[in-house]
């Protein structure tokens, strides 16, 4: 009986290493499978943190080359523009307008609010324009002239300004919501890069 058993004994002890070795191999592949997921993930987030970041510093950005940034307020340019995105104007001559621009003024019917409509008629020589909101049925009606344009638009920012629109209306909640996205997302990239050996950049 104990002759049988030492056959055994010595199968049962080399295969336990080798069950070792594979488990330590499988072991490592689960850990490299999570490195690489984890670097994809910091890759994703940072990704979306630049995005958004740069969407709402762009219009920023404009006032260092001289532009304006303004939000739009209306949907009366739809579907170009849409409430709660930023447009840029840059300075210019009434003349410089070309046909279908959309132009910056100021709109004397509402206590010279900024307006952004398209100048959809060149008039009096180019000393007048008629404009017109792309969503609108009718022009506006009194005519732009160099003592109410403002500027033509060069850059339309996507939702740059909704938040801005969200806190005019009182609507805190969502505000709150984009906010609380944002502080999470951030926090994401940093727990995740910490985790995964990805240097995290200094602010």
């Known amino acids: 009986m104990n002759g049988d058993s030492k056959p055994e004994e010595g199968r049962a002890s080399a295969q336990e290493p080798e069950a070792q070795e594979h488990d330590v191999e499988q072991e490592q592949a689960n850990e490299e499978t999570e490195s690489w997921w984890a670097v994809v993930s910091v890759a994703f987030c940072r990704a979306v943190v630049t995005l958004v970041t740069s969407l709402v510093l ?19 340019m739809r579907p170009a523009l849409s409430r709660g995105d930023v447009v840029v104007t840059r300075s210019a001559d009434l ?19 900024p307006t952004t409509h398209r100048a959809v008629e060149r008039l009096e020589g180019g000393a007048a324009y008629r404009t017109k909101g792309d969503a609108n049925p009718d022009p506006d009606p009194l005519l732009v002239r160099a003592g109410e344009f ?19 209306d009182g609507d805190w909640g969502p505000l709150a919501v984009a906010v609380a ?5 951030l ?7 910490r ?5 995290v950049p200094a602010a």
């Open 58 to 76: 762009m219009p920023l950005a404009a006032l260092v080359w001289g532009w304006s940034p303004s939000v739009v307020v209306s949907d009366s």
């Open 95 to 113: 003349g410089e307008i070309g046909g279908g621009a959309v132009i910056s003024f100021k709109d004397p019917l509402h206590d010279g609010r």
């Open 150 to 168: 403002t500027g033509i638009v060069t850059v339309a920012v996507p939702w740059a300004g909704k938040a801005w629109t969200w806190a005019e």
């Open 181 to 185: 996205l944002y502080v999470l997302l």
């Open 187 to 193: 926090r994401g990239c940093w727990t995740g890069s």
């Open 195 to 199: 985790r995964s050996g990805v240097a």
